[in-house]
């Protein structure tokens, strides 16, 4: 029964929530979504050589993550953590977690759609599937988003053969 809070910080992969008494800031494991600015100019470099699109494009879709997560967490949401530090760039603790919406992974969702990629901390999940086969997955459907040009693939440039 976790809430989304707005907060200056969010984006796509960490994002400040309360659940119950506590208020928090959640990294999510596994994924990589694209920065919303230049802050960290070196990282949204990196992404978007990653999603082969310009920096004003992976930017964008940063927004567009940030906003799918707003969306999609509008709703009470689950949260499962250890209370791992995410450590980051920013001041606020963060702490590394899975999310859950209406039963379905928020970060399966966001790679799924091209608003993110696989990347990341590897972690037992807490049904005890191994990280790597949960990484097989995302790495899949970050193909199959890629193959069908969804989200920030939707403007990268065609592979040459």
Known sequence: DCQYVDSKGNDGDSFHVRCGDKEFTVRLYFVDAPETN???????????LHFGITLDESMKAGVKAKERVQELLHKPFVILTQWANAAGRGRESRYNAFVEVDGKSLAEILVSEGLARTKGVTHVLPNGEKSKSYVERLNALEQEAKENRLGAWSTAAEEKK
Request: glycine share 0%.
């Open 38 to 48: 230049l802050v960290y100019a070196e990282r949204t470099h990196e992404q978007s």
